[in-house]
């Protein structure tokens, strides 16, 4: 069992940065696979990043890419994520999930999910 919870969410103007924090609790963290998603009213969540085991090996979605950056600590049992250049389209809920092998767009595929941090970018 891992428990998530996510924090470093606020308001930023566009052009600046957040850096959002995924901490886990429990056993198993550094054997799974660990991504953001972000979500807005009415429309699925959508995978932005994630980051292998190791941390060698990550994923960025098209709209993120160059900007935003991913990392974890298994010591800490962290996985952040670094959003600079911020967008006010990059204004959503964002959630941190864990999963057994490797990058999946597909929430279903996740085991566990924390409750969200939120983002909100002004133009």
């Known amino acids: 069992q891992v428990v998530l919870a996510e924090s470093g969410g606020g308001l930023v103007e566009a052009g600046g940065s957040l850096r959002l924090s995924c901490e886990a609790s429990g056993l198993g963290f550094n054997n799974y696979y660990i991504s953001w998603f972000r979500q807005t009213p009415g429309r699925e969540r959508e995978l932005v990043a994630g980051?292998?085991?190791?941390?060698?090996?990550?994923y960025y979605a098209d709209s993120v890419e160059g900007r935003f950056s991913i990392a974890r600590d298994n010591d800490k049992k962290t996985v952040d994520l670094q959003m600079n250049t911020l967008k006010p389209e990059d204004t959503a809920a964002y959630y941190c999930?864990?999963?057994?092998?490797?990058?999946?767009?597909?929430?279903?595929?996740?085991?566990?999910w924390g409750k969200g941090t939120h983002v909100t970018v002004s133009s």
């Open positions: 999930a864990a999963k057994n092998g490797g990058v999946d767009a597909r929430p279903a595929t996740y085991y566990y």
């Open positions: 980051v292998n085991w190791s941390g060698e090996t990550t």
